[in-house]
């Protein structure tokens, strides 16, 4: 049984009391981007009201205040993950750039016929940017292929590792399909013919707390706005010896020691990373949505969001012609759906009037939705402010549209 007093937990949110279409919002898009707690809006109208000023440069009070409590959410981001130390810890606009930078700064190592491993069920941000690697550098992107309950055939990636693979890329949640992946295997395994590992944790952040040191992993990935904090920002982790092995992504202001037109030389980490002024704001409400999380417990969140997931897992099936996409044993508070006969889109317009938000569609994840043959999918994501009486309405609602287009 549930230890979240989930009524209390939905006061922070002040979005949930608003109507969408006359009706009661129902929000169950959680896996594109979560909602805000008061707690975390209020530290950036802090900001805004006290402190707005540009970091790591002034030496007037705002700038020191604003740098404080900058560099404070990265030692919270850096205890969080349990990273070995806060120059670990890059700030990216979120996800994407953070890939992107990595996949950036292997243009320097890698030669043609290396090979880079990519699972079949990546975000297409963990996809597209490796693939413009490799049409640089003359690499050979292989893909680490998954079966129909959604889960990787991990015998066919301990096949395809071998001394020539450089780099592997994998989620530690599928956002489309909600699967858990086995992410310490593929490291330990990666690590033994001495490829590098990006881990996209994008979709597992608001669930679970990765360990860095634990993991071992090489470079990991998170989006402050999938876990209550804001859009715009998030993190980079990479290991000290591959950040000071990699080329700077972006050059420009903050990220030099010293500028000349012949030559200029980089700043020390993480600075090198970070060109030009930041999300400040976004960077501090960073720090704030962890300590909102943390102080609610990532167990206990996960915990109830089984429940929920278990709860409308059973309701939905009950739906005749009601086909999940995405069964693996260990998955998270996602359930990707069609309905026989019926264009997800179709659904989402229903549900939408009767005001619950899901999302239908590829889910930026297209090779999943060409592997089961399908336009798409409804996918209703749970969060830990959501409740039971949600799932009926959703229910209800796949019901109705269900009878209206049929
Ligand atoms: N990877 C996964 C698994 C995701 O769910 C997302 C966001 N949908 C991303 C990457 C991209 O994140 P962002 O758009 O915040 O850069």
New binding site residues.
């Given amino acids: 049984r549930t230890s979240l007093d989930v009524a209390t937990i939905r006061k922070d949110f002040p979005i949930l009391n608003r109507e969408v279409n006359g009706r009661p919002l129902v929000y169950l898009d959680n ?3 979560s909602q805000t707690p008061q707690q975390v809006i209020d530290v950036i109208v802090d900001y805004y009201h006290n402190y707005n000023a540009n970091i790591h440069r002034g030496v007037h009070a705002l700038s020191q205040e604003a740098t404080d409590a900058y560099e404070e959410a990265r030692q919270k981001i850096q205890k969080h993950f349990n990273i070995a130390k806060a120059d670990e810890v890059i700030f990216t ?7 992107n930078l990595v996949a950036n700064g292997f243009s320097s190592f890698l030669k043609t016929g290396d090979e880079i491993l990519v699972s079949a069920m ?2 297409h ?2 996809i597209v940017p490796w693939q413009m690697l490799a049409e640089r550098t003359g690499a050979v992107l292989k893909v680490i292929p998954m079966n129909q309950n959604g889960e990787l055939v991990m015998e066919q990636f301990h096949e395809l590792l071998s001394e020539k693979t450089q780099l592997v890329f994998c ?5 489309a399909l909600g699967t858990i992946n086995p992410i310490k295997e593929i490291i330990d395994a990666s690590h033994e013919v001495g490829a590098a590992v990006l881990i ?1 944790g ?2 597992a952040a608001p669930h679970i707390k990765a360990d860095m040191q634990a993991l071992d992993v090489d470079f990991y ?1 998170v ?1 402050a ?2 876990l209550c904090g804001p ?1 715009g920002v ?1 993190m980079l982790y990479g290991k000290e010896e591959w950040l000071k092995k990699l080329p700077p992504y972006q050059g420009g202001g903050e990220m030099i020691a010293e500028v000349t037109f012949e030559k200029t030389t980089y700043a020390d980490l993480p600075h090198k990373f970070e060109a030009g002024t930041p999300n400040i704001a976004g960077g501090i409400a960073f720090g704030a949505a962890l300590d909102y999380l943390n102080q609610i417990g990532l167990e206990a969140i996960a915990q109830y969001e089984e429940e929920l997931l278990k709860y409308a897992t059973k309701k939905l099936l009950d739906i005749e012609g009601l086909k999940i996409y995405g069964t693996a044993e260990k998955k998270t508070s996602v359930i990707s759906f069609n309905i026989k006969g019926i264009h997800p889109y179709d659904i989402g317009t229903i549900l939408d009037k009767l005001g619950i938000a899901v999302r239908t569609g590829h ?2 994840a297209q090779p999943i939705m060409d592997f089961y043959q399908i336009p798409g999918t409804v996918r209703a994501s749970f969060s830990f402010y959501n409740t039971k009486e949600e799932v009926d309405t959703l229910v209800e609602g796949v019901k109705r549209a269900r009878n209206m287009l049929l």
């Fill in positions: 896996a594109a981007t606009s979120g996800t994407t750039h953070a890939i990546e975000h941000s963990n989620n530690h949640i599928s956002n996209d994008a979709q990935t989006s706005h999938k859009t998030g889910h930026c």
